[in-house]
């Protein structure tokens, strides 16, 4: 249930790659990050590449193309080595849908708590203790209670 956040500054007269940009960052979320297609948010915004500058420069006197996404995923639900793998296959496909790419174009998955994070008015947390069934809740009680204070 990530929501992702793209942000992508082309050439004024290029066509609209949003629908291409939601399609590859979920079908990757998915494939890469172990996400529910389904549960994947995707807010895509052009900026005006007069406006979006690196190292002082106008990417648009650069004539080239950038990003900065952001994904927001549960904390612990993903390996050191699925969110660099992820970091790869972004860049790359961002680079087949928006051409030459500045350097200086960013990748955060962004780990938030699953007590605090959540979609639907239910934290994640929440949405994992109910998915426990009766019997595991009554052992994981059981064991919390013990965890905490000693009692068996």
């Known amino acids: ?89 972004v860049h790359a496909g961002m680079g087949e849908i928006l051409g030459a790419l500045h350097p200086e174009s960013y990748v955060h998955v962004e780990e938030a708590r699953g007590d605090a994070y959540g979609y639907a008015g239910i934290t994640q947390a929440r949405r994992a203790y109910d998915d426990i069934d009766e019997r595991d809740r009554r052992e994981h009680l059981a064991t919390a209670a013990v965890a905490r204070w000693g009692i068996r």
């Open 1 to 89: 249930m990530p929501l992702i956040q793209v942000h992508h500054a082309t050439r004024a007269d290029a066509p609209d790659r949003a629908p291409a940009i939601a399609a590859l960052v979920t079908r990757l979320a998915a494939k890469v990050l172990r996400k529910r297609e389904d549960l994947t948010a995707v807010i895509v915004t052009r900026v005006d590449p007069a406006v979006w500058y690196v190292g002082g420069r106008r990417l648009s006197d650069l004539d080239l193309a950038s990003y900065a996404l952001e994904i927001k995923v549960t904390d612990g639900t993903n390996t050191p080595a699925e969110k660099a793998s992820f970091l790869a296959a």
